[in-house]
Structure formats: structure tokens, C-alpha cells
């Protein structure tokens, strides 16, 4: 009977962790859907209003990324690549939903995946589990977090690429295949593109790595510098675009 006790003991011991990290998903959840179906309001609702114009335009003449199909009524035509809009709208025109359900339905799928990559990330450096689902809960709670999740602007989905960047970064750094070096630039060139300063981080986290290492072969070498290079035509090509656009 106490070899029983014992074992069940050591069974809820182990399995505590995981129903944390559950929970604190749900609990993120909960926070994500309050008020659902709310309209656009809070300090940024003319940057929503902004995206969600770009969306009907999606939604009632295709998808593309032509001059003609940004929206004719505001300063800016376009400020970043609109893959979050592009995603949104076709959503809605295939299944016929509503813009601002269907843009607080996708966020917190990527709030969930955002969730995932961040535990996968450390979980790669062997952090403590304690400290793990400090942060994610932290990550799950945090209310400019929630906000952003819930707002009709595509930074979080920036974000997700930035953790898939530096989790792919990591994976290859570490001896990985060549897939996790191809991930890492289709992953920065897309969060680069959707709100290149959110990304960042990540190129300046990978030189401070190396820096920090005395690394220097491996920080300039070929890959590295073809990966830094990527990013640079990125941002300018776009901002040339960006630049012909709104002219």
C-alpha cells in the first residue's frame, strides 16, 4: 500500500508540470475571448481600422499585392507586408466569416503556437521547469499581451516568426540539418516583412551570441553573413516598394 501511495505521489509529481502549462493556456484563452465579439476601440484603433480596411479590399477583390488593392482612403496605403491581412481575408471569403471574428480567431491560434515555440525555445537550453512555467504563464497573463492578441494588427504574428527564427537559429547553431537554416531565413524574412523592427531582436541576440563566445569565425562566416545580408535587401527592397506605393 505505501509502495502504491509512493508511486501515485510521484505520478502527480510529474504530471503537475504539464497540467500547469495547460492551464495556463486556458487561462490565456479565457483572458483572449472576453468580449469576443467587441468592436474595435483602445488607443490603437485607428491602426485596426487601418487593417481591417486593407481586409475588405482582400475580401471583395482577391488577394494580391498590386498598388490597386490597398486601401485608397488613408494617408498611408501600406505600412508593412499584409500577410496577416491576406491570411484574415481569406479566410472570410472562403467560409463567408466575419472580418473581426475570423482576425480574433487567428490570434489566438497564434498566441498558441507563439506559446508552444516559446516553451520548445527554452526547453532547448535546458531551463529549469519552474522558471519555464514562470514564464509562460507570465507570457499568458500579461495584459499588454492580451491586448495585442486580441487587436486587429499583425505584430504578434511578427512575433511568432521571431520565435520560430531564434528557435531555428538555435536548432541549427547546434548541428541541426539544413532545413533549420532555411527556416531561419523564410522565418526572418517574413517578420522582417510584416514589422521588421519586432525582429530585431533576433539578429542582434545571434551577434551578441557569438560575440559573447569569441565566435568570431562563425560569425562571419559565409551563412551568417548571407543570413545578415537576406534581412538587409529585405527591409530595403520593401521600404522601396512601400515607398512606390504610397506616392
Not at 510584416?194 to 568570431?216: C, D, E
Request: positive net charge; charged residues 15%; glycine residues 6%.
Amino acid at each position: 500500500e505505501a509502495t502504491t501511495e509512493s508511486g501515485s505521489l510521484i505520478l502527480l509529481s510529474s504530471a503537475a508540470p504539464a497540467v500547469f502549462a495547460v492551464v495556463s493556456v486556458l487561462v490565456g484563452l479565457y483572458f483572449r475571448t472576453k468580449c469576443f465579439a467587441c468592436e474595435i476601440d483602445a488607443w490603437s484603433a485607428f491602426r485596426q481600422a487601418h487593417v481591417a480596411s486593407n481586409i475588405i479590399y482582400f475580401v471583395r477583390d482577391g488577394v494580391s499585392i498590386t498598388t490597386e488593392m490597398f486601401t485608397k482612403n488613408m494617408a498611408y496605403k501600406v505600412f508593412d507586408f499584409p500577410l496577416y491581412q491576406q491570411l484574415v481575408a481569406v479566410i472570410c471569403r472562403y467560409f463567408g466569416t466575419d472580418i473581426l471574428l475570423t482576425g480574433r480567431g487567428i490570434n489566438l491560434a497564434i498566441y498558441v503556437a507563439s506559446y508552444l515555440t516559446l516553451y520548445r525555445l527554452m526547453r532547448h537550453f535546458e531551463i529549469r521547469t519552474s522558471t519555464v512555467l514562470i514564464v509562460l504563464f507570465c507570457y499568458s497573463v500579461s495584459p499588454l499581451n492580451i491586448y495585442y492578441n486580441r487587436a486587429l494588427i499583425p505584430d504578434h504574428l511578427a512575433i511568432l516568426f521571431s520565435f520560430l527564427s531564434l528557435l531555428l537559429f538555435v536548432c541549427w547553431d547546434g548541428g541541426g540539418k539544413e532545413y533549420d537554416y532555411v527556416g531561419l531565413l523564410i522565418t526572418g524574412i517574413m517578420a522582417t516583412l510584416i514589422k521588421n523592427p519586432i525582429y530585431l531582436p533576433i539578429p542582434v541576440a545571434i551577434i551578441v551570441f557569438y560575440a559573447s563566445h569569441r565566435n568570431w569565425k562563425r560569425l562571419f562566416s559565409l551563412r551568417l553573413l548571407f543570413y545578415g545580408g537576406t534581412l538587409a535587401a529585405t527591409v530595403i527592397v520593401f521600404r522601396l516598394y512601400t515607398n512606390y506605393v504610397n506616392a
